[in-house]
């Protein structure tokens, strides 16, 4: 029998993580009214501060990452105030790329479904 394939991040979207870059996916919302997203956010170090500094990005292949999970109204989400009425539902920080992607699995979102969030309609 074959053995389904290790999840893994296309290569553009590893390097964007890498980078320091977020990355969001559109999930299933739990109540009709909202969008949901889960937003993976590297964490920054002084290392990446000090090479803002110097003009440059940082590329880091041991960064952590803070995974949320948020609803938000979808009434309010073209407008300035999308945060009111949103609700954070999960939020846990992955210590390294292995433990992201476990973590990804356990809530059920595949690496491949994750953008960049200006090429998405997440609202932040």
């Known amino acids: 029998m ?7 991040f296309p290569t553009d979207k590893l390097s964007a993580l890498r ?3 977020p990355l969001v996916a559109e999930v299933e919302a739990g109540r009709p009214q909202y969008r949901a997203w889960v937003e ?5 170090t002084d290392a990446d501060d000090a090479a803002r500094r110097e003009g440059r990005t940082r590329n880091d292949e041991r960064r952590s990452f803070r995974l949320t999970h948020c609803e938000y109204v979808i009434e309010r989400l073209d407008g300035w105030d999308y945060d009111i009425g949103s609700n954070e539902l999960k939020r846990i920080v992955a210590t390294d ?3 992201l ?4 699995q ?3 979102v595949a ?3 994750f953008a960049h969030p200006w090429n998405t309609d997440f609202p932040a």
Request: hydrophobic share 45%; aromatic share 4%; proline share 11%.
């Open 2 to 8: 074959d053995q389904p394939a290790e999840a893994v």
């Open 19 to 21: 980078l320091g870059r």
């Open 40 to 44: 993976i956010r590297p964490l920054r």
């Open 97 to 99: 790329e292995a433990n």
């Open 101 to 104: 992607l476990a973590l990804l």
């Open 106 to 108: 356990d809530w059920g």
């Open 111 to 113: 690496p491949e479904r």
